[in-house]
């Protein structure tokens, strides 16, 4: 097999590369830059006869801050055959709407519930949640979105009462969604 240098940073394009043209059988890294100037040398095989691990053809999905639907998608054109169009063209896919806002995310006008430091809650409405739909249903992505897990009640337990209005409104009205709680932050 014949053995190819590269360094670490340009590496995996190469691979990439050489998967796509077929013609790589095996890789060496050599004097890969981890950090302040600090070198190892690592030789890498990688086998192209035959898959180690397959992953779903959605894999490489969409993800869409929760952030977003603070300014209600403002600056998202719904109307746009070209916008659906776009997206379509990303199918088979995940519509992750979630990330570290979700957790100021509240559905309507929710009272009573607790205030954080350092950032605001804001509200979304059905109106969201139809264009979440909307987006999803014309593209052909499935929908993980992600519910405010730090909505808490005096005692510090979950208060689970928006996420239980939110899920309701998505039954309700035969929407698929599937729920994410957190965002991979340690709670």
């Known amino acids: 097999m014949a053995q190819y240098g590269y360094t670490f940073t340009t590496h995996l394009y190469v691979v990439f590369v050489a998967l796509l043209c077929g013609n790589l059988p095996s890789v060496k890294a050599q004097d890969a830059v981890f950090s302040r100037g600090k070198y190892v040398e690592q030789d890498v095989s990688i ?6 691990f397959t992953v779903s053809e959605k894999f490489l999905s969409v993800a869409i801050a ?28 995940f519509l992750r709407i ?14 009573g519930l607790q205030k954080f430091k350092n950032f605001t809650n804001f509200t979304i409405s059905h109106h969201d949640l139809d264009k979440i739909h909307l987006l999803s249903s014309k593209a052909g992505w ?5 519910l405010n897990v730090l909505l808490r009640g005096r005692d510090g337990s979950w208060n689970a ?15 698929h969604f599937g729920w994410e709680l957190g965002n991979g932050k340690t709670y």
């Open 142 to 146: 499935d929908v993980m979105f992600g």
């Open 66 to 93: 929760s952030g977003i639907m603070k300014n209600h998608w403002r600056r998202v054109n719904f109307t746009s055959e070209k916008f659906f169009t776009l997206a379509r063209a990303l199918s088979p896919a």
């Open 47 to 52: 086998n192209l006869n035959r898959a180690v």
């Open 161 to 175: 009462s928006n996420a239980i209005q939110i899920m309701q409104y998505v039954a309700e009205h035969g929407y």
């Open 98 to 111: 979630g990330g570290a806002r979700e957790d100021f995310l509240i559905y309507d006008d929710s009272q």
